[in-house]
DNA sequence: TTGTAAGCGTTATCAG
DNA sequence: CTGATAACGCTTACAA
């Protein structure tokens, strides 16, 4: 394999000399950075990073974890049409992607030392239980990190509009006549307890009262669990008009708890979901969902991140958020008042 | 930081020692060995892969190419399926996995050289254009490769069966009574050209003439394009009473298109689908569609790239073959004949 | 069983 | 404007 040293034998000059030639060094005379340049094409000469990054310290190289608690991980369209995102902002930013996880066989157990190994420039923490020491760890160290719809301090974050999402479901059904509202939400993340509240306080801004039965924890992409749910919420003398499920994928359980109670959407019942999944749009009735800006968001966080490595002094640490909007589908019924 | 030669001063061993130590080498006291590992915990020692890679050419990371010439790349289910499995696999093998493209600013518009760059020990190419001079410059290199549905000369290749699928859902449309059966196919990819000639074969092997009215180009995960041509075969004089359609995803586009002309499915037309999505499972009626094993192929694809990687003069050049299955959902009507 | 020393390919400092 | 040289952190003959 050609490296620098070859190209300078070729060329006459010292691997110095290549080495400025190629990394574009201003003084160096124009004639023999092109020599050099064309010897180095004629060659074929391939950088070697590893050897780069051990001289610079500086990889171009950043980690993304996508580990999700409840192992759904890539296969959930939110986090892939994430990472897909970051993918193609990091790329254009000359930067690489590399997973990061904490248990990388005989190498590490530590998502903070499984980066410092790869010398990663910093990372995306995408998808990952937040509480954990590792993840602190991380979150913590010297290592420039941006998260996605979780905040640590001192650190930026990339937040999908949680609670707009919330405001904006329960805005959407009282207009649409809707009182009894119920919500079925997932584990207590804090993208949870961002929704939950942000459910209670719409629903005071509209003097409404919430009786506690009307509010079931499930789980996340779990449509058995929101199914259950469903049915405790029929059970109720007074049951709700409405139900806000976790998300699009869990309202599928939901549906099929309905159907087989015997119930039409939305004619007897209106149902919202959250993300907006593709699914969403193709299910009939198609679904009336909040849709998350996955794009957006996977792009905001590379943005960040890079920013925040390349300039360390002006960068702010922040909390983006980014706004979704409101898929009008037709699981909400339209009641006459 | 920590490296190997604090650990040696603080051991007052020499940093070859420690290097030893710290990699199992046998001709080394049990004693000594201890102590390194102690100090080395001790110190928080994290060892620096570019200098390891550097000296070793081994690099424990493995490049993935996902680059969907259609652009939809990650955010197709089966390939995003495909990448988890990796990544499962790859780390419990000890290998890292970073994504591989063709054009990284600043860097590289070659995969080849990307992969060289960054030192990759092997490359999985999961989803590209396998036709491209880039694609085979990289399969032609002598970094190590392994394919997904596409074969290369002298490569290994993990195949999703779609021999067995269109065979699969022909034989089970013909069980159930069809005679009339069409086939809407994607864009000339080779998986394509696999399913064309097992639809013909065993259409055929039935005894079964295929008008060739009834077969129509569409494209992969584009409903629009699949709804465009269904509703040229329910224009024909005579019209098939059966529909294979791309994919899973294009088949909604049929849907649309048949809904539109006021049939209902699967009592005037019946229709099948690929791939065996999430949506395939929760739209009524339930998709019948051949099912990709996507956990199983990316699991495949990294245990043979890393057996290749590991075991250069044992492991085999091999097609593997993953088999699918048929999801016998309620979108094909069993005639009685 | 342990240590010495060379070298992996690159960049950066400093002298010419 | 160009070149020598040290250094990045590690592994590995080979020597002791």
């Known amino acids: ?21 190629l ?12 020599r050099v340049r064309k010897a180095a094409k004629e060659l074929g000469y ?11 310290n500086r990889s171009h190289n950043i980690g993304v974890i996508f580990e999700d608690p409840t192992s759904s991980g890539l296969k959930h369209e939110y986090f892939s049409g994430i990472l897909n995102s970051i993918k193609d902002e990091a790329e254009s930013c000359g930067y690489d992607v590399t997973f990061i996880s904490n248990h990388l066989a005989s190498i590490s157990n530590s998502y903070y030392e499984h980066a410092r190994f790869r010398g990663c420039d910093g990372v995306i923490v995408a998808s990952a239980d937040f509480h ?19 905040v640590f301090d001192n650190r930026s974050a990339i937040m999908s509009d949680n609670y707009a999402g919330l405001h904006d479901i329960v805005q959407y059904l009282y207009m649409n006549g809707h009182r009894k509202i119920a919500f079925i939400h997932g584990e207590m993340t804090a993208v949870c307890q961002k929704r939950l509240s942000s459910y209670y306080k719409t629903m005071e ?3 409404l009262k919430v009786p506690d039965e009307y509010v079931k924890q499930a789980f ?3 449509p058995k669990a929101s199914g259950e749910a469903t049915k405790e919420l029929l059970a109720l003398t007074d049951r709700p008009d409405c139900i806000i499920y976790p998300d699009d994928y869990s309202m599928l359980g939901g549906i099929t708890a309905l159907e ?16 907006g999944i593709q699914l969403s749009r193709f299910m009939r009735p198609v679904f009336t969902t909040y ?8 792009k905001s966080a590379a943005h960040k991140l890079i920013e925040t490595i390349e300039s360390p002094r002006t960068s702010q640490v922040e909390q983006i958020t980014i706004k979704g909007w409101l898929q009008e589908g037709k699981t909400v019924k339209a009641l006459i008042r």
Not at 25 to 30: A, G, H, K, Q, V
Not at 134 to 139: M, T
Not at 141 to 146: A, F, G, K, L, T
């Open 1 to 21: 394999m050609t490296k620098i040293k070859d190209i300078a034998k070729a060329c006459g000059v010292s691997v110095s000399t290549v080495s400025k030639a």
């Open 23 to 34: 990394n574009g060094n201003s003084d160096l005379s124009e004639e023999t950075a092109a």
């Open 46 to 56: 391939i950088p070697n990073s590893n050897a780069r990054v051990l001289k610079t």
């Open 132 to 150: 954990s020491p590792k993840v602190v760890e991380l979150i913590e160290s010297e290592i420039p990190s941006v998260t996605i719809d979780y």
């Open 205 to 207: 801004g509209f003097g």
């Open 220 to 222: 996340f992409h779990l």
């Open 260 to 275: 087989e109670a015997g119930l039409e959407i939305p004619d007897d019942i209106s149902i919202v979901g959250y993300d």
């Open 291 to 298: 849709v998350q800006d996955s794009e957006k968001i996977g």
